[in-house]
C-alpha cells in the first residue's frame, strides 16, 4: 500500500496542471484510465486528416518528468473515511490529501435506439477512432447533435472528408451558448455554403434500425435516412452506412462518488473558491465541478480546459501555502466555422436578460489591417453593458482572422468589472498589419457606443 501527499483521480488538463506543479515539491500520483491524456479540442481536425491522430496524444513525460507517478488504473471505490483509494487492478493507495478531477462524459440522451450501434459521443480517444474507422470503411453519412462548438467543427471536419452530414439544433440558431442570433447569421450562411444539411428547431426523438442505427427521427417529423428507402420500414438487410455523433454537451463524470457523502450538484461535486469539497482534505477540480459565473454568482456550466488549468493552479497554489481563491467562471471561448474565427466571453444578450440584467448592445466593425493594405479582413464586434452602471458584462467577436487575443482582453475587463466608459479610455497600438488605422479601435468603438445616449 503506497501513501501519496498528493493523489489527483484524472489525467486531462486539470491532472497535469497538478502534476507540474506539485511533483517536485510533494509525493504526487496521477491516476489515470484512458491510453493517453487528449488534447481535445484538437480532435476535429484529426478526424478531417490536418493532424495526424497522435498529435492529440498528450506525453505521459508531462507527468513524469514533473517528478509525478503515473498509474494507469480505474478507480473502483474512495473510502473518504480511511483515505483510502482503490483501483479495479486491485491496488490500494492512501493519501494526505485527493483531488478529484475525473472530468466530464458525453451526454446521450436515453431516447429509443440510443444502443443501436454506430451511435457515440465525442470527447475520447475512442468515439475518435471509432469515426475515423468508419469513414475508412466506406462511411457515407453523418448526423451530427448539437450545433455548438465542438458540433459545428466536427461537421465541416467530417463534410471535409467527403461525408453528407446534418447538423441537428432544439436552438433557434448556431452557436447558441457563444453568440446571440444577429451575430450567428454569418456562421450559418457559411455551414451551409459548406454544403452541411442544418436542422434548427428539432430534436432527435427516435433512432431506428435493427443492429445499426438507420433512421433519425426529428420531433418536426422529418427523418433522416441511412439507408436508401424513402419511407419509414426499416429493410430486412442492413448495411452500415451512417453515424449518429452526439456533441449535445457534457455531464460530470461522478459516478463513483453515487453512494458516498461527497456533496454533488446537479451540474458536478460542488465545491467553494478554494477547490474544497464538504469532506476535510478532499478537493475538486475541472469538469467534474459545479461552480459559479464570476459575473452573476450564479451557478452555471464551465466545462473547458481554460477553467479546468486554472481553478487546478488556486489548488496547487494553495497546497503549497499560499492563500488563492477562484473567482469564478467568465466562459471565454472560440471556435472556428468555415472562413470565420468566432469568439465569446461573459454573458450573451439572452442570457444577461434571463438574469435579470437591463442592458444596452453596442457594436463596432474594422478591419484587421489599415484598409489600405492587402488582405485586410473585416472584424465584428458586439458588447453586452447593464445599463445602470455601465459596467461590461458580455462580448462577442466574428472576423476572417483569430480573434482568441482580443477575447482575452475583453475577459480581463470583465473580470476586473470594467465599465464601457473605462474601456473607452484604452490606450491601444496600432500598425498597418496588424490593426485599423490609429484614429479607430474595435473595442473603444464599442465602448463609445455603448455611452451613447439610448
Do not use: W
Given at each position: 500500500?503506497?501513501?501519496?501527499?498528493?493523489?489527483?483521480?484524472?489525467?486531462?488538463?486539470?491532472?497535469?496542471?497538478?502534476?507540474?506543479?506539485?511533483?517536485?515539491?510533494?509525493?504526487?500520483?496521477?491516476i489515470r484510465p484512458e491510453d493517453y491524456s487528449m488534447i481535445y479540442c484538437a480532435m476535429p481536425y484529426a478526424v478531417e486528416g490536418i493532424i495526424?491522430?497522435?498529435?492529440?496524444?498528450?506525453?505521459?513525460?508531462?507527468?513524469?518528468?514533473?517528478?509525478?507517478?503515473?498509474?494507469?488504473?480505474?478507480?473502483?471505490?474512495?473510502?473518504?473515511?480511511?483515505?483510502?483509494?482503490?483501483?479495479?487492478?486491485?491496488?490500494?493507495?492512501?493519501?494526505?490529501?485527493?483531488?478529484?478531477?475525473?472530468?466530464?462524459?458525453?451526454?446521450?440522451?436515453?431516447?429509443?435506439?440510443?444502443?443501436?450501434?454506430?451511435?457515440?459521443?465525442?470527447?475520447?480517444?475512442?468515439?475518435?477512432?471509432?469515426?475515423?474507422?468508419?469513414?475508412?470503411?466506406?462511411?457515407?453519412?453523418?448526423?451530427?447533435?448539437?450545433?455548438?462548438?465542438?458540433?459545428?467543427?466536427?461537421?465541416?471536419?467530417?463534410?471535409?472528408?467527403?461525408?453528407?452530414?446534418?447538423?441537428?439544433?432544439m436552438a433557434t440558431t448556431l452557436l447558441p451558448n457563444l453568440l446571440d442570433p444577429e451575430m450567428s447569421e454569418l456562421i450559418y450562411e457559411e455551414?451551409?455554403?459548406?454544403?452541411?444539411?442544418?436542422?434548427?428547431?428539432?430534436?432527435?426523438?427516435?433512432?431506428?434500425?435493427?443492429?445499426?442505427?438507420?433512421?433519425?427521427?426529428?420531433?418536426?417529423?422529418?427523418?433522416?435516412?441511412?439507408?436508401?428507402?424513402?419511407?419509414?420500414?426499416?429493410?430486412?438487410?442492413?448495411?452500415?452506412?451512417?453515424?449518429?455523433?452526439?456533441?449535445?454537451?457534457?455531464?460530470?463524470?461522478?459516478?463513483?462518488?453515487?453512494?458516498?457523502?461527497?456533496?454533488?450538484?446537479?451540474?458536478?461535486?460542488?465545491?467553494?473558491?478554494?477547490?474544497?469539497?464538504?469532506?476535510?482534505?478532499?478537493?475538486?477540480?475541472?469538469?467534474?465541478?459545479?461552480?459559479?459565473?464570476?459575473?452573476?454568482?450564479?451557478?452555471?456550466?464551465?466545462?473547458?480546459?481554460?477553467?479546468?488549468?486554472?481553478?487546478?493552479?488556486?489548488?496547487?497554489?494553495?497546497?503549497?501555502?499560499?492563500?488563492?481563491?477562484?473567482?469564478?467562471?467568465?466562459?471565454?471561448?472560440?471556435?472556428?466555422?468555415?472562413?470565420?474565427?468566432?469568439?465569446?466571453?461573459?454573458?450573451?444578450?439572452?442570457?444577461?436578460?434571463?438574469?435579470?440584467?437591463?442592458?444596452?448592445?453596442?457594436?463596432?466593425?474594422?478591419?484587421?489591417?489599415?484598409?489600405?493594405?492587402?488582405?485586410?479582413?473585416?472584424?465584428?464586434?458586439?458588447?453586452?453593458?447593464?445599463?445602470?452602471?455601465?459596467?461590461?458584462?458580455?462580448?462577442?467577436?466574428?472576423?476572417?482572422?483569430?480573434?482568441?487575443?482580443?477575447?482575452?482582453?475583453?475577459?480581463?475587463?470583465?473580470?476586473?468589472?470594467?465599465?464601457?466608459?473605462?474601456?473607452?479610455?484604452?490606450?491601444?497600438?496600432?500598425?498597418?498589419?496588424?490593426?485599423?488605422?490609429?484614429?479607430?479601435?474595435?473595442?473603444?468603438?464599442?465602448?463609445?457606443?455603448?455611452?451613447?445616449?439610448?
Amino acid at each position: 500500500m503506497e501513501k501519496y501527499d498528493v493523489l489527483v483521480i484524472g489525467g486531462g488538463p486539470a491532472g497535469v496542471t497538478l502534476a507540474k506543479l506539485l511533483g517536485k515539491q510533494k509525493r504526487v500520483a496521477i491516476i489515470r484510465p484512458e491510453d493517453y491524456s487528449m488534447i481535445y479540442c484538437a480532435m476535429p481536425y484529426a478526424v478531417e486528416g490536418i493532424i495526424d491522430i497522435e498529435k492529440t496524444f498528450k506525453k505521459d513525460s508531462i507527468v513524469t518528468d514533473a517528478g509525478a507517478d503515473l498509474i494507469r488504473s480505474s478507480v473502483s471505490k474512495v473510502d473518504f473515511s480511511k483515505k483510502e483509494v482503490y483501483t479495479e487492478a486491485g491496488e490500494i493507495f492512501t493519501y494526505d490529501k485527493l483531488v478529484i478531477a475525473t472530468g466530464a462524459n458525453p451526454f446521450i440522451p436515453n431516447i429509443p435506439g440510443a444502443d443501436l450501434e454506430g451511435i457515440t459521443g465525442f470527447k475520447t480517444e475512442k468515439n475518435m477512432r471509432l469515426i475515423m474507422d468508419n469513414i475508412n470503411q466506406g462511411l457515407e453519412r453523418a448526423v451530427v447533435i448539437g450545433a455548438g462548438a465542438i458540433g459545428i467543427e466536427l461537421a465541416l471536419s467530417l463534410n471535409q472528408k467527403g461525408l453528407t452530414v446534418d447538423l441537428v439544433d432544439m436552438a433557434t440558431t448556431l452557436l447558441p451558448n457563444l453568440l446571440d442570433p444577429e451575430m450567428s447569421e454569418l456562421i450559418y450562411e457559411e455551414v451551409i455554403r459548406q454544403g452541411i444539411n442544418v436542422h434548427l428547431q428539432a430534436r432527435v426523438e427516435e433512432l431506428k434500425g435493427k443492429q445499426y442505427v438507420q433512421q433519425v427521427h426529428l420531433n418536426n417529423g422529418q427523418i433522416i435516412h441511412f439507408d436508401s428507402i424513402e419511407d419509414c420500414n426499416i429493410t430486412n438487410k442492413e448495411e452500415f452506412k451512417g453515424m449518429v455523433i452526439f456533441a449535445t454537451g457534457m455531464k460530470a463524470h461522478v459516478d463513483l462518488f453515487a453512494e458516498t457523502s461527497l456533496e454533488v450538484g446537479k451540474d458536478g461535486i460542488i465545491v467553494n473558491d478554494k477547490m474544497e469539497t464538504n469532506i476535510e482534505d478532499v478537493y475538486a477540480v475541472g469538469d467534474c465541478t459545479e461552480f459559479y459565473s464570476g459575473i452573476t454568482a450564479r451557478r452555471v456550466s464551465g466545462k473547458l480546459a481554460t477553467n479546468a488549468v486554472p481553478m487546478a493552479k488556486v489548488l496547487g497554489f494553495n497546497l503549497l501555502g499560499q492563500s488563492r481563491s477562484y473567482s469564478g467562471f467568465y466562459n471565454g471561448a472560440a471556435t472556428k466555422a468555415g472562413k470565420y474565427f468566432v469568439g465569446g466571453t461573459g454573458l450573451s444578450e439572452r442570457i444577461a436578460k434571463d438574469a435579470g440584467y437591463d442592458i444596452v448592445t453596442a457594436y463596432s466593425e474594422v478591419t484587421s489591417k489599415f484598409p489600405i493594405m492587402p488582405g485586410a479582413k473585416k472584424i465584428h464586434l458586439k458588447l453586452i453593458v447593464e445599463k445602470a452602471s455601465k459596467r461590461l458584462l458580455g462580448a462577442q467577436l466574428l472576423a476572417e482572422e483569430p480573434v482568441t487575443d482580443k477575447i482575452d482582453t475583453l475577459t480581463l475587463a470583465i473580470q476586473n468589472k470594467f465599465t464601457v466608459e473605462q474601456l473607452s479610455q484604452l490606450s491601444y497600438s496600432s500598425q498597418p498589419y496588424q490593426s485599423y488605422y490609429p484614429a479607430a479601435n474595435l473595442l473603444v468603438l464599442a465602448a463609445e457606443e455603448a455611452l451613447k445616449p439610448k
